[in-house]
């Protein structure tokens, strides 16, 4: 996110959160080993359990069989590899549309609470001036000065978040 002119320590303590958000919750769903993910039916009924289903769930629940194992292949697409992609820097800003276009998904057929919110905004880190429509650009300015001490600051207080977060993921992963 060029825009507000983020360090990259900040920026790749953002994606990495957005890598183990998606890819966590894609993995999981794998390696629980339940059939229903295994053979891509557990849209079937996903519509009807999942948090507040809404009357769009009820509608999507009656799509036929074929189009049901697509999405959840999608889904898992979305999930798995995306995330993996948005660290290369050709694929980043299509890997971002991706997992918004299924934040929205499912937020329109379900309620999360605000996890689908935030999870678009951290998909938004992945883009770069170019990608934000010009009447977005034009409210942001690209040079920022340097804080000094500040920026120093902020870079030390930022690393040991980052190194703090993926030290704390290294358990649940191993877990998995």
């Known amino acids: 996110l060029v825009l507000l002119n983020y360090n990259k320590i900040t920026l790749f303590g953002a994606w990495f959160l957005l890598l183990r958000l998606h890819c966590g919750s894609g993995v999981v769903k794998l ?3 339940d059939p229903a993910w ?3 039916n557990a849209l079937l009924y996903h519509y009807w359990t999942q948090p507040m289903p809404n009357w769009i ?3 999507m629940s009656k799509f036929p069989l074929w189009f049901h194992k697509f999405s959840c292949f ?3 697409v979305i ?8 660290f290369i820097p050709v694929f980043r800003f299509w890997a971002s549309v991706g997992q918004i276009l299924l934040q929205i998904l499912i937020l329109s057929t379900g309620n999360y609470g605000t ?3 935030v999870t678009t905004i951290l998909c938004l880190s992945l ?7 010009s009447f977005v650009q034009k409210h942001f300015s690209p040079n920022i000065p340097n804080p000094g001490f500040f920026s120093i600051f902020s870079d030390i207080t ?5 190194l703090g977060i993926v030290v704390l993921s290294v358990f649940p992963m191993t877990e998995i």
């Open 31 to 33: 390696m629980t080993n």
């Open 38 to 40: 295994l053979s891509c």
């Open 57 to 59: 769930s009820w509608y």
């Open 74 to 76: 999608a889904h898992f």
């Open 79 to 86: 999930e798995i590899l995306l995330p993996i992609l948005q």
């Open 115 to 117: 996890f689908n919110m």
């Open 127 to 133: 883009w770069e001036n170019k990608d934000f429509p």
């Open 158 to 162: 930022c690393t040991s978040i980052l």
